[in-house]
């Protein structure tokens, strides 16, 4: 996929292990939401390969002597033929400032060379009119002769609607009444009470006063590496409109990037989180120089949690998970040093989980709730709002419940978790597990090469042995006890084995990636063919 369009779309087996595009570097004018005033401020976006910088629009001196660096004394000369030649916003009423909104090209403001969209009114002829309401400095415009001296100051964070672009033609006020609305253009390109009917002179720059330019400054650069990002209001299923928000590791945040339309929402948060997982498959590459071949980082990255909490709510927090060597971890920060792996919150044996796709977006407003379609059982309420999840079940019944902020991601961890145990299950070759049977202790192992055997566990002979082709079927109580049923190779006859079990849901999901791994190896196109989400992530 690239920045002009989409590729055609490759067969399955060829497709790239991560599923996500190429580095993105990227430029573009968004939105900076305060969520506090709901005010939206322009910004400039760039993105590298490492960094999202954000740029905010300023006035700077760029030839002459600059006398002050924040504000701007304009002498502008009131036309016959469009006044001054700007419109203003605001007003102290709305506790905005008054703002230059518009400036009409080749008129008296532009002819200045010294005012910009975006510029607050301090003073007009030396009146101080920060405390102003809007119709007291229209008024004090337009009564202010064919001269007019202005001190202007660039406000960085003018509220977007305040602004329009240069020429742009605002909506039209109806000034015959004497009112005008703070919120909408007041035009100043009118005459206003002139005392000379004479033509004057075009406001224009004097060579010795110093020239100024519209620039966008660097404000805030935000480190890509092991950063996060989030849709959705803190803690909440509530989804931002074409939003997001990027939170470096150290906790520095972007603030809420807003964009116009769905289409750029979507375009910057795919470059992003593909330059974010770049950067953590280096850091992957790096940590595993220092481990061992058995003890490989395979997949890390920030997902969100879901927490149930004591009156029921539905909460989210960030987690960073990691499938490294034997082991599936969460973490609650990312793991930055070797001494960090052992200060995760879980721990978990890969043989002894089970990855579980729930719900994914496919198009328009369409579901696949992956436990209605394709029989999977599972206790989650699944109504929230969060399309992308995916929940890894473990020991004693218990279960963790993720989402993912791209349908990529989410097919990234499956293939993860596909890959990790495989590869744990090939290493480890045998688990055996405790468990009894009509007050006999017993062995239970499940062998990679052999299957299933059951053996005393004083004696050590071997009670019964299959392989796992043989089994047929299996049922239990979802508590302690099991039934597995297996065909007998010489008679074709079912035999019941019931055994019981500390933990019986570590032991079956360690019986599912045994069999899983095995069929794997002997059919590599099986792995593919179990995918959920990589069969449908490009529906969307």
Not at 427 to 435: A, L, N, V
Not at 481 to 500: A, G, H, S
Not at 503 to 509: E, F, G, K, Q, Y
Request: aromatic content about 10%; some cysteine; overall charge neutral.
């Amino acid at each position: 996929m690239s920045v002009a369009g989409k590729q055609p779309l490759p067969a399955p087996l060829e497709r790239p292990g991560s599923l996500l595009v190429p580095t993105w570097t990227k430029t573009g004018i968004a939105l900076l939401y305060d969520e506090v005033s709901e005010n939206a401020y322009d910004i400039q976006l760039k993105l590298t390969k490492e960094v999202l910088t954000i740029q905010k629009q300023d006035v700077v001196c760029v030839s002459g002597s600059d006398h002050s660096a924040n504000h701007r004394t304009v002498t502008l000369h009131r036309q016959p033929v469009g006044g001054l030649g700007l419109s203003i916003k605001g007003g102290a009423e709305h506790k905005v400032p008054v703002v230059i909104s518009k400036i009409l090209k080749d008129q008296a403001a532009d002819q200045t060379g010294m005012l910009f969209i975006g510029d607050a009114i301090i003073q007009v002829n030396g009146i101080n009119v920060e405390s102003a309401t809007h119709e007291e400095v229209v008024h004090l415009l337009r009564n202010a002769g064919d001269e007019v001296t202005i001190t202007v100051q660039y406000l960085r964070e003018a509220p977007s609607f305040l602004k329009l672009p240069l020429g742009s033609p605002g909506p039209s006020s109806d000034h015959s009444s004497g009112a005008s609305s703070p919120l909408f253009d007041s035009g100043l390109h009118l005459n206003g009470n002139s005392t000379n009917t004479a033509p004057s002179s075009p406001s224009s720059p004097i060579a010795n006063e110093p020239k100024y330019e519209k620039r966008w400054l660097d404000t805030l650069s935000v480190p890509l590496s092991m950063a996060r990002i989030s849709r959705y209001k803190a803690g909440t299923d509530k989804l931002r409109s074409n939003a997001f928000e990027v939170l470096a590791l150290d906790g520095v945040s972007t603030g809420i990037l807003q964009f116009y339309t769905a289409q750029e929402s979507a375009d910057w948060l795919r470059a992003i989180s593909t330059n974010i997982s770049d950067l953590t498959l280096q850091n992957m590459k790096m940590a595993n120089k220092c481990c061992s071949p058995s003890d490989q980082v395979i997949h890390m990255g920030w997902v969100n949690e879901r927490l149930e909490g004591a009156d029921s709510s539905q909460l989210y927090k960030f987690k960073f998970l990691a499938l490294k060597g034997s082991s599936f971890y969460i973490f609650s920060t990312p793991p930055v040093s070797t001494l960090d792996w052992v200060r995760a919150e879980k721990i978990y044996n890969l043989c002894e989980v089970l990855f579980k796709i729930h719900k994914l977006w496919l198009a328009d407003d369409c579901w696949l709730q992956a436990n209605f379609y394709l029989g999977i059982h599972q206790d989650f309420d699944l109504e929230d709002q969060r399309p992308y999840c995916f929940s890894v079940m473990v020991g004693h019944g218990k279960s963790h419940y993720f989402n993912v902020e791209l349908g990529s991601e989410l097919a990234v961890w499956e293939k993860s978790f596909q890959r990790a145990i495989f590869l744990e299950v090939q290493r480890t070759g045998s688990k055996t597990y405790m468990c009894s049977w009509q007050g006999d202790t017993l062995c239970f192992t499940v062998d990679f090469a052999l299957g299933f055997t059951c053996f005393d566990s004083k004696t050590k002979n071997v009670l019964w042995r299959f392989k796992f082709s043989q089994l047929k079927g299996s049922s239990d109580d979802g508590k302690t006890r099991v039934k597995l049923l297996f065909q007998n190779l010489d008679t074709k006859q079912i035999e019941t084995k019931e055994l019981e079990f500390q933990d019986l849901t570590a032991v079956l999901h360690c019986i599912h990636s045994f069999i899983a791994a095995k069929v794997a190896s002997v059919d590599p196109v099986f792995i593919d063919s179990q995918s959920i989400a990589r069969k449908y992530m490009y529906s969307n």
